[in-house]
C-alpha cells in the first residue's frame, strides 16, 4: 500500500456522497441499534434514527424479536416516538390512526370502508433483519442481506475468552462531533497520532509499535505498555461504524453513527462484569471521555480543513495506516470505487 491515495475530500463533505453512503452501506450492514435489556420484556420497544432511517424494533408476546422502520404504510406517519415504548397489540399510526399488529402486518385502516381495491394483505410494515449478541440489538435493514451469525461469526469469535455472558449494562453516554462520520472512523482506525493528541495515553503505551491488524471487514488493534507488557484487553473496529474495546472486566462498545453529512454522533456504552464497584466504573468511563475529548477537538480542525477546499487526497502510511487504507477500500467498494 505504499504511497496509496486518501479517500478524496470531496467524499468527506458532499452531501450526494452521504445519501449513497446511508443506501450503500448502513442501508445493508449489521449495526448496533439499542440496548438488549431495554426490550427485556415482551410488548417492549426502541424506536430511533440510524443513519437517517427511522426504526423501531420490538419483542413480541411470544418474546421474538422484530424490526421494522417507523413509517406507516399510508402516508409516512410515525408508528410511535423515539426512545423506550411498549407495543401492546401492536401500533397504530400517531397521524391517521393505521393499525398494525407486532408482526407488522395491517390490521386496520381506519374509515377507509369496504373497497375491493384495497387489500390490506399488500400493506404491511417494512422489515428489517434483527439479532441480539453481547447485550446489544443489531439490525440489517437489507433482508436479502447475510443473517448475523453468518456475517458476524469471524469477529464473533475474537472475543473468546471474554465473558461477555457475565457483563451488565452500568452507563451510557452520548456526544455529537462536527465532523463527517468517516472522518471520525480514520481517527480511530490508526494510532499514527497518538503523540500528538492523547498525552496519557502516550504516556502509557508505547505508540511506535502500535499496530493495527485489518482482517474481514474488521481490525485488531494492539500496543505494548511502556514496561513491556501487553494490554489485557483487546480493541476492535467492525465495518462500518463499530468500535468494541474489551477488557477482562467489562467493555465499551462505541458506535459512530452519521447524524447527517457533517455531523456525527458517538455512542460510548459501558458494560462491566457483576459486582463490578462503582470507583472502576467510573474511573474506566473517565478515561475513554477523555480520549473521546481529544479526539473531538482533532477531528473538527480536520473536517474545517478538509471542508475548506485546499486539500484534495493525501498518503497513507504503510507503518500506520493499514486500518484506514481497509476503511477507505470498504468505502470504495460499497459505493462502485
Not at 465473558?163 to 455529537?176: C, S, V
Not at 472512523?185 to 505508540?207: K, M, Q, R, S, W
Not at 499496530?211 to 489485557?232: E, F, K, T, W
Not at 493499514?322 to 468505502?331: K, N
Amino acid at each position: 500500500m505504499v504511497g496509496v491515495e486518501t479517500l478524496s475530500a470531496t467524499a468527506y463533505r458532499d452531501r450526494s456522497v452521504y445519501e449513497r453512503e446511508r443506501r450503500a452501506i448502513f442501508g445493508c450492514e449489521w449495526l448496533v441499534l439499542c440496548r438488549a435489556d431495554q426490550l427485556a420484556t415482551p410488548a417492549s420497544s426502541v424506536a430511533g434514527m440510524l443513519a437517517g432511517y427511522p426504526l423501531v424494533v420490538i419483542r413480541d408476546d411470544t418474546g421474538e424479536l422484530r424490526g421494522f422502520h417507523n413509517v406507516c404504510r399510508h402516508r409516512a406517519g410515525p408508528l410511535t416516538d423515539d426512545g423506550d415504548g411498549r407495543c401492546r397489540g401492536g401500533f397504530v399510526c400517531r397521524y391517521h390512526g393505521w393499525s398494525y399488529r407486532q408482526s407488522g402486518t395491517l390490521s386496520r385502516a381506519r374509515d377507509f370502508g369496504d373497497t375491493d381495491a384495497f387489500d390490506p394483505t399488500e400493506f404491511p410494515l417494512w422489515a428489517v433483519q434483527v439479532a441480539a449478541w453481547a447485550g446489544l440489538v443489531w439490525v440489517n435493514l437489507d433482508l436479502s442481506s447475510p443473517g448475523f451469525e453468518e456475517d458476524l461469526a469471524p469477529f464473533v469469535g475474537e472475543t473468546d475468552g471474554f465473558p461477555l455472558d457475565r457483563y451488565e449494562f452500568r452507563h451510557e453516554q452520548t456526544e455529537e462531533v462536527a465532523c463527517n462520520w468517516k472522518t471520525y472512523v480514520d481517527n480511530y482506525l490508526e494510532g499514527y497520532h497518538i503523540p500528538f493528541v492523547h498525552p496519557t495515553l502516550n504516556a502509557e503505551i508505547d505508540a511506535s509499535q502500535y499496530a493495527v491488524d485489518a482482517r474481514d471487514r474488521y481490525c485488531i488493534h494492539s500496543a505494548p505498555a511502556r514496561d513491556g507488557a501487553r494490554n489485557l484487553g483487546k480493541w476492535m473496529w467492525r465495518w462500518p461504524n463499530l468500535a468494541f474495546n474489551l477488557y477482562p472486566n467489562g467493555m465499551n462498545v462505541e458506535r459512530i453513527v452519521p447524524v447527517d453529512a457533517s455531523t456525527t454522533r458517538i455512542v460510548y456504552t459501558f458494560f462491566f462484569a457483576r459486582g463490578t464497584d462503582a470507583a472502576t466504573v467510573d474511573a474506566t468511563r473517565q478515561v475513554s471521555v477523555a480520549t473521546l475529548a481529544e479526539d473531538r477537538v482533532i477531528c473538527e480542525a480536520v473536517q474545517r480543513n478538509l471542508d475548506a477546499g485546499v486539500y484534495e487526497t493525501g498518503r497513507l502510511s504503510p507503518k500506520h495506516e493499514a486500518g484506514v487504507f481497509q476503511f477507505h477500500e470498504l468505502v470504495r467498494s460499497a459505493l462502485g470505487r
